[in-house]
């Protein structure tokens, strides 16, 4: 047994590393990009007990997939294929539109939009930090997911993706607190940028002049102009517009057009530059049916 | 029984409370979880000081940083903290009744979690909301039962 003074310095000790040693991490890991790739292995380390808290999530969901009966089944299917029949039809204007759109833009010199690569990730039910908005999604680095990718789904914009490991990444919500976004107005094309409010289903438009054409109600699309999101994505509808005698701007607030809290499936996009020619083929295939 | 076996119990009951902290529960029942990770740690700091320390707090909380998706280094510097204290005082918490080291478990608690905030609020513009401190009253109430259940294991495998 050592002498009691002697264990208490020590301890003391290290306390002061530890202590240093948490704050430089605090400080490394918040200020310097670089340090990322080195979150990417540390998360690896840890990601067996991210995907073992997950289980009980998955039997309960087999279990309740197991129970439905045939009928609604039956009834299921037959919704999805009238859903898909339409969405079919829907698919052959869109294709004809795409072009038109693609011809004009050549005529008018703006850049041709291209077709991106699309993953679809599901999410993973894990607690997270109280203090921010994020989900975990089962797609990595080695499915390509970089930091910085946007994060969508069939209704509009979710977040984009903050940390990444080999097999899972974190996605920060758009009413995260540290999160802004980009948006103009659909109806007239005035930008802003919508920040988080830290609430999930809430955005503050801050720096709005209170004689702006902002309307209750108005749809806010990612205006492209972050380089972040690609433009044209629903993201949020106003839902308040107030002005105070003495105040400088008026008061925005908007509620995203996603169930934030409801998400099970999300898109993930890349950059459609690298994928021109799959684009070519693609209409070259369309062109000859 | 040999020092190397003992720490496999050690960790694996960490492994555990890392389980249990990022394991999903329904919505409402989220702010009432206990910090498992706390209570386990610190159960292993006052039973035996001169393994399980700083060392292992740093680490544990570096894991639970990465887990909850956290900025890293936050529950490391809070946990140290925690242990810190734990470790000086161990013969005094030993020798108290269980309700009033359930107490001393609330107020460390409390503790972590205000040096946690501090932390991101140093970060990042947060607020606080009062349903996050629920957690403070089942971490008190589930402290005896953790105490047992650890000292069961502890006296049967014989971990000194």
Same mark, same amino acid.
């Given at each position: 047994m050592k002498p009691i003074f002697a264990t208490s310095t020590s301890l003391q000790l290290r306390l002061f590393f530890a202590v240093i040693a948490s704050f430089s991490l605090i400080i490394v890991d918040s200020k310097f990009d670089s340090f990322a790739n080195v979150r990417i292995y540390l998360n690896t380390a840890v990601s067996p007990l991210i995907y073992a808290a997950d289980i009980p999530s998955e039997m309960l969901k087999g279990v309740s997939n197991n129970v439905v009966n045939r009928r609604d089944l039956r009834k299921q299917v037959k919704a999805q294929r009238d859903k898909l029949f339409i969405q079919q039809v829907q698919l052959l204007e869109l294709k004809h539109l795409k072009e038109e759109n693609k011809r004009l833009r050549a005529l008018l010199n703006s850049p041709v939009h291209s077709d991106q690569r699309k993953l679809v990730a599901e999410i993973i039910t894990v607690n997270s930090d109280p203090y921010s908005l994020q989900v975990v999604i089962n797609k990595g680095a080695l499915d390509g997911l970089y930091i910085g990718q946007p994060v969508l789904n069939e209704q509009g914009v979710v977040g984009q993706i903050v940390d990444v490991s080999a097999t899972y990444s974190r996605v920060l919500l758009i009413?995260? $607190?540290?999160h802004g976004i980009p948006v103009r107005v659909?109806?007239?094309?005035i930008r802003a940028i919508a920040n988080g409010s830290?609430?999930?289903?809430s955005l503050n438009l801050p720096?709005?002049?209170?004689?702006?054409? $902002?309307? $209750?109600g108005d749809i806010l699309v990612t205006?492209?102009?972050?380089?972040v999101f690609p433009e044209g994505y629903p993201v949020a509808t106003v839902t308040e517009f107030s002005y105070q005698i003495g105040q400088p701007y008026a008061q925005v607030e908007a509620k995203p057009i996603v169930a934030l809290e409801r998400i099970r499936y999300v898109l993930l996009i890349w950059d459609g530059e690298d994928n021109s020619s799959d684009n070519e083929t693609e209409t070259n295939k369309g062109g000859t049916l | 029984m040999t020092p190397a076996n003992g720490r496999l119990k050690v960790l694996l009951s960490l492994i555990l409370a890392l389980l249990l902290t990022v394991l999903p529960v329904p919505e409402p029942l989220d702010s009432f979880r206990p910090d498992w990770v706390l209570l386990v740690l610190g159960y292993w700091c006052m039973a035996l000081p001169n393994r399980v320390s700083i060392g292992y707090a740093w680490i544990t909380g570096l894991a639970v940083d990465l887990l909850l998706g956290a900025p890293l280094g936050i529950h490391s510097l809070a946990l140290s903290i925690i242990v810190y204290i734990i470790v000086m005082n161990y013969r005094l918490i030993r020798n108290i009744s269980l309700w009033q080291q359930a107490l001393i478990v609330g107020f460390l608690t409390m503790l972590n979690k205000l040096i946690i905030f501090w932390a991101e609020r140093l970060l990042f513009d947060i607020s606080i909301t009062p349903?996050?401190?629920w957690s403070i009253l089942t971490t008190m109430l589930i402290w005896p039962w953790i105490f047992l259940i650890l000292r069961k294991i502890r006296r049967q495998f014989a971990i000194r």
């Open positions: 009413s995260d $607190v540290t659909q109806r007239n094309d830290g609430e999930l289903n720096y709005m002049p209170h004689s702006t054409d $902002v309307q $209750v205006s492209g102009l972050g380089g | 349903m996050y401190l």
